[in-house]
């Protein structure tokens, strides 16, 4: 390692290894909570689907033809993004005829691809 990466790498850790033992009892049990919660962030993390998700608190809803056109695929390709979307309970969707109509599952995921498109435009 050169002088130049030991120096960052100190900067960015403690120089001695301590912990404040109380503290690491009461976080650590809670850790278990985010069980099942990084999926969300999997499936969002995929750019097709962001873009759906992020059309989606655009417009309150939108027919598969619509996010093809929108993310310029197949219907077949948006239908499978938004299934999977619905599947991880991100997204629903009603059928009218023969259209099927998506939108956000609630305001929580409106929140967190706002939240997320607000934070990455951000000035530092």
Do not use: W
């Not at 009461?26 to 962030?41: A, N, S, T, Y």
């Not at 059309?55 to 948006?78: G, H, M, P, R």
């Amino acid at each position: 390692m050169t002088n130049q990466n030991m120096n960052a790498k100190s900067t960015e850790t403690c120089d001695t290894f301590c912990y404040d033992e109380e503290v690491v009892q009461r976080v650590q049990p809670k850790m278990d909570e985010v069980l099942g919660v990084e999926l969300i962030f999997k499936a969002l993390s995929d750019a097709t689907r962001l873009k759906i998700a992020y059309a989606l608190t655009l417009e309150k809803e939108l027919c598969v033809c619509d996010v093809a056109n929108i993310i310029q695929s197949t219907t077949a390709t948006a239908s499978h993004h938004l299934r999977l979307l619905r599947n991880m309970k991100l997204a629903k969707y009603r059928k009218e005829g023969k259209m099927v109509f998506y939108s956000l599952a609630d305001e929580h995921v409106h929140q967190l691809v706002s939240i997320a498109m607000a934070h990455a435009y951000e000035e530092e």
